[in-house]
């Protein structure tokens, strides 16, 4: 009971506060809001550039085809439109624009340790790259380790 009277005692005053209380919305008022907030075209794709009325030369598909659509109409289309779709991917993904996604649970441990290996050599040459030599350093000891591990586990085979 005190709840409800909370509430009622909440609602009131955010009425007098002059707070808008709604306790149901339009469905068209609710869809209305979401449509608002959502990115424009340029937002999503940048401003509109040359490749915006380019076509693939595979299938013909346009990037005005893309915003309409979603889809693409061949894989020749990544390499087409690569720059307003690489702006799409990092905004749609907080800048990553390479798949970093599981490993399959069924995957061996052998192949996972080969993966993890990968991962840090890429990571080590990223590091380097970026002339971040105390990351690298860190890295290289990382490898190491995993590499002194995998040469033990053969030897014991």
């Known amino acids: 009971m005190a709840c409800a009277q909370r509430c009622i005692f909440v609602s009131s005053c955010a009425q007098e506060q002059g ?3 709604k306790s149901q919305i339009p469905l068209n008022e609710l869809l209305s809001s979401l ?15 040359k490749s915006a009325s380019a076509s693939c030369p595979h299938c013909g598909f346009t990037l005005e085809q893309f915003r309409k659509e979603a889809v693409l109409g061949c894989p020749y289309d990544y390499e087409i439109f ?42 080590l040459e ?16 990382k490898i190491k380790k995993y590499e002194t591990k995998k040469d033990e586990a053969d030897r014991s085979k």
């Not at 905004?91 to 340790?113: D, E, F, V, W, Y």
């Not at 990223?126 to 000891?141: G, I, N, T």
């Open 82 to 123: 690569e720059k307003p779709l690489r702006r799409l991917i990092e905004k749609a993904h907080n800048g990553k624009t390479t798949h970093c996604g599981k490993i399959p649970s069924k995957t061996s441990t052998g192949t996972k340790k080969q993966i993890k290996l990968i991962t840090l050599k890429q990571q």
């Open 19 to 21: 707070i808008a209380v």
């Open 126 to 141: 990223a590091a380097v790259q970026s002339e971040d030599y105390e990351m690298a350093a860190q890295l290289r000891d």
């Open 35 to 49: 449509l608002a907030v959502q990115p424009s075209d340029e937002e999503l794709f940048g401003p509109a550039e």
